[in-house]
């Protein structure tokens, strides 16, 4: 709005500059036409006569334009009179424009009304020139005529001054009124604006306080949460190093005795295969099966509740993947053979890995305890390879299968990754634990089984970049 009040007011200054201007010219012109008019009398020379009606032309032009903007003529018809009264062309439209809005402000109206007496003024000045010039031409014109006219003359001329004043004092006037309004109203834009921005300024600042309110109180309930926090943490500390002994107690208190009876059976197993007693010796090796498998069950639930406990991510050793099977299937070599089954590794012998060995000693570990209990008189490949990207492990039987619903039950329970559903053994702990700690390794493991359920593949999958692996 300030703009475009600036704008008609820079607008409405130049019309009137122009008109005023013009007046100028218009002037200017009656009193060139007047003096070439009184030499023409004196001395009857042409040249005088043609300067007389080429000068009087810029009044008449002015004239024309007056009685085009009046008769609501076409702009450009109007434009061609202010043309004939020298007006500059640039100020044309302008002029136009204030005569077609201001029109009916009083003090334009005076001004009109003073130039169209001037007009009257230099069309009476043309009809006595002309009656002049056909009494120089017919050589009738005397020295009384000569004074009279001169008299005429001065009359018109005196008359054209005062309407000449007159348009230019009430233009002046009417100019100096639209300007003091327009500067009222530029002046209440402006206080409008600085209010505005006060106002905004104002409500902009309440905000700030408010929010920096907002964030006091928010970082004294972070530092309260981060008290709490700290608390926590130094209190799960300690159950960490609580837990630490606790697990301590049970591997020297449990692991032990079972250290102990596995022995003790093994060597009455040894000294009853001399004796004819076939039963005694079944019972000593079911002993000796029964107190090897507990112990070994009980020493991976010791190394998994110490995953759990201590650091997952701790700096592993490079190490053998074949070293690390092949002990894994000399464990259950001889429970294997119980069962009429022999376990291979066909693990290349130079590939290693710095993967958590304790994570992928349990997961092999119960892969294998489970395809042992469900083969009999077959064979369990144990393997491994690697890529660019994935190592993998696979554990292959010739056992009773997988069914379908075991497979997607297992499928499912590793998708959702609920950690405690994954504790509810429906078909037993072991594979729990495998898909348990896959989810630290951030691994995937898949199930294939043949159509007639003569055997089950497993194959577990890690990301070496994700666990940052060396090969």
């Excluded at 009857?44 to 085009?68: C, H, M, Q």
């Excluded at 020295?143 to 001169?150: D, F, N, P, R, S």
């Amino acid at each position: 709005m300030l703009i475009v009040i600036n704008f008609y007011t820079i607008k409405t200054l130049s019309a009137a500059r122009a008109y005023v201007n013009g007046e100028s010219h218009y002037s200017k012109g009656h009193n060139i036409a007047t003096n070439n008019l009184i030499n023409y009398i004196f001395t009857s020379k042409e040249a005088y006569w043609t300067n007389f009606k080429s000068n009087l032309a810029v009044p008449i032009g002015d004239a024309k334009a007056r009685i085009a903007l009046e008769g609501k003529l076409d702009n450009e018809t109007i434009k061609q009179g202010f043309r004939e009264g020298k007006n500059t062309e640039e100020d044309l439209d302008d002029m136009v424009w204030l005569y077609k809005n201001f029109k009916h402000f009083s003090f334009f109206k005076e001004a009109i009304q003073e130039w169209k007496g001037a007009d009257e003024l230099n069309l009476e000045l043309y009809q006595v020139a002309h009656k002049l010039k056909k009494k120089v031409d017919n050589n009738e014109i005397d020295i009384a005529t000569k004074i009279k006219t001169l008299e005429i003359l001065d009359n018109i001329n005196k008359k054209i001054a005062i309407k000449e004043d007159n348009f230019s004092n009430s233009l002046g006037k009417g100019t100096r009124t639209v300007k003091y309004y327009l500067l009222l109203t530029n002046i209440f834009f402006i206080c409008i604006i600085i209010g505005s921005i006060s106002i905004y300024y104002s409500a902009m600042l309440r905000k700030i306080i408010k929010s920096k309110q907002q964030l006091n109180q928010q970082k004294e309930q972070l530092e309260a949460i981060i008290n709490d926090l700290e608390k926590t943490k130094q209190d799960l500390h300690s159950e960490i190093i609580q837990h630490k002994k606790i697990i301590g107690t049970i591997s020297h208190d449990i692991r032990s005795p079972l250290k102990y009876i596995q022995l003790i059976a093994k060597h009455l197993s040894s000294n009853t295969k001399k004796s004819k007693d076939t039963t005694l010796t079944k019972y000593i090796n079911s002993i000796y099966k029964s107190s090897s498998q507990l112990y070994e069950f009980t020493k991976t639930l010791i190394e998994y509740s110490k995953i759990y406990i201590e650091d997952r991510d701790y700096n592993q050793t490079l190490y053998s993947v074949y070293d690390l099977i092949e002990n894994k299937r000399s464990f259950f070599e001889e429970i294997a053979a119980n069962n009429g089954t022999k376990i291979i590794n066909k693990t290349d012998l130079n590939l290693k890995s710095d993967l958590n060995i304790r994570i992928i000693s349990i997961i092999i570990h119960n892969l294998i305890d489970n395809a042992v209990k469900n083969t009999f008189s077959g064979i369990i490949e144990i393997g491994a390879h690697i890529n660019s990207e994935n190592i993998s492990y696979w554990v292959k039987d010739t056992g009773s299968g997988m069914s379908q619903d075991i497979i997607d039950y297992y499928n499912n329970l590793f998708k959702n990754r609920d950690t405690e559903k994954l504790i509810l053994s429906t078909y037993g702990i072991g594979l729990h634990l495998v898909l348990e700690l896959l989810i630290i390794l951030k691994g995937d493991i898949s199930f294939f089984s043949n159509p007639d359920n003569k055997g089950t593949t497993v194959t577990i999958d890690i990301n070496l970049k994700q666990n940052k692996s060396l090969t």
